[in-house]
Every structure is written in C-alpha cells, then in structure tokens.
C-alpha cells in the first residue's frame, strides 16, 4: 500500500471522532487504526474473497486489549469462592 501511513492516520481519526475525541489517547487510536489496515491487507492478499470491514470503532479493540494485558497480569476480576 503506498499511503500506508495516510491510511492509518485517516483511519485513527476516524476512530477518535467515534469514540468522542478523548484526549491522550492517540497511540491506542494509531494501533487499532495499524491493526485493522494491516489485517484487512493482509486478509484481502491472502485470498480472493473480500476482507471484512474494519469495526465502526476502536472500543471494542482496546476492550479486548485491556482483557487480554489483564489475563496475562494474572489478575482476575473474578473472585474464588
């Protein structure tokens, strides 16, 4: 892709006016953004069906990052009984 960084920066915007323009959040924007513009490539290179869109917004990305920083912190928000 010739404007790979066009496209993400395009792309992080786009998920920032979504989410409500939070502040001091711009590297979790521009890694979503990277995320998807890359796997969307990569999935659209690999195979002739269409790549999947891109979600309508970085949240539920970040959700799933946060999950996942979580489980390998080994903590819970589970509590053993």
Do not use: C, F
Request: aromatic share 6%; proline share 5%; charged share 25%.
């Amino acid at each position: 892709m010739p404007n790979l960084d066009e496209a993400i920066r395009e792309r992080a915007y786009y998920l920032w006016i979504a989410d409500g323009q939070p502040e001091g959040q711009a590297d979790n924007y521009w890694l979503n953004a990277q995320r998807e513009i890359l796997t969307t490539s990569v999935e659209s290179s690999g195979s002739n069906a269409p790549a999947a869109a891109p979600t309508d917004t970085g949240l539920v990305a970040m959700k799933s990052a946060k999950k996942a920083k979580g489980a390998r912190s080994g903590k819970s928000k589970t509590r053993a009984a």
